[in-house]
């Protein structure tokens, strides 16, 4: 009875997912059964939900300077438990790792993962709220600065937390870990993330349930590093277009699935 009823409720959460904003991509994340290992290696990994992020129409910044998928594509999956987002990326990059100090976090290689923590948050909202995030994790293979963006968000729903480590040479996850296999076509990279990260005195800890559906999209940054140089830098979103840096409308939807 207890697994009919699981069922029943997660084929309500696909219907209202899938359904009433079939217009948004749509990706699922699998509940991992014990805590991964973050080694770089997706043994562990369920990989029948990627999202994928390889052609001209997904490029949301100085598409001119893209040159096809072996320059810059990636799949992203993620995973999850109560206590942690799990996030791998399989990168096909031809320059992989590049980060110039002097240069803003948005101008290294990185990856940018937008969510919310609220899954009754209304999908069509045209401004962030409280629990909407703008992650950034730098990718250059030294450092590995995090930071946390809340700038977009109006002051009066802010909840008190304000952007982290936006000026680089931060880490600001507490239990973030991150490991990275290289191979002929670019890395596969894998972390955990712990949900206490997007909390604090005002907004709580968000603990996930099966069937819960979130806003979610995720963009790869690549620096054409050493050259072409810096003055272009082309950047590709799983779905929006750059307008989702102020408007979560364009993010698609994340189901969180056993």
């Not at 594509?73 to 031809?94: F, G, H, K, P, Q």
């Not at 930071?147 to 802010?158: H, N, T």
């Not at 894998?190 to 996930?208: C, D, G, L, Q, R």
């Not at 963009?219 to 950047?235: A, L």
Request: with cysteine; aromatic share 12%; proline share 6%.
């Amino acid at each position: 009875m207890k697994l009919f009823r699981s069922l029943i409720l997660l084929a309500m959460a696909l219907l209202l997912c899938g359904s009433a904003f079939a217009e948004q991509p749509q990706a699922n994340a699998y509940k991992a059964q014990n805590p991964i290992t973050i080694d770089g290696v997706l043994d562990e990994w369920v990989l029948d939900s990627p999202m994928i992020l390889n052609s001209e129409e997904q490029l949301i910044r100085d598409a001119q300077t893209w040159h096809g998928k072996e320059d810059l594509s990636c799949i992203t999956y993620v995973m999850w438990d109560e206590e942690n987002l799990y996030l791998a990326v399989d990168v096909t990059e031809d320059s992989p790792f590049g980060a110039i100090e002097m240069l803003p976090l948005d101008g290294e290689d990185n990856f940018k993962v937008f969510f919310s923590t609220d899954p009754t948050a209304d999908p069509a909202r045209t401004s962030y709220g409280t629990c909407d995030w703008m992650l950034y994790l730098i990718v250059d293979n030294v450092y590995w600065d995090t930071a946390i963006e809340r700038c977009m968000i109006p002051v009066e729903v802010r909840g008190r937390y304000v952007s982290k480590g936006m000026t680089g040479g931060e880490d600001v996850l507490n239990g973030y870990e991150k490991a990275v296999t290289t191979n002929v076509n670019g890395f596969i990279f894998e972390a955990k993330i712990p949900w206490e990260n997007f909390s604090n005195k005002h907004i709580p800890v968000y603990v996930p349930q099966t069937g819960d559906c979130i806003n979610f999209d995720f963009v790869i940054t690549d620096i054409g590093y050493p050259c072409p140089g810096t003055d272009y830098i082309p950047q590709m979103a799983w779905t929006g277009d750059i307008s989702i840096n102020y408007n979560p409308s364009g993010w698609g939807r994340l189901l969180f699935v056993d």
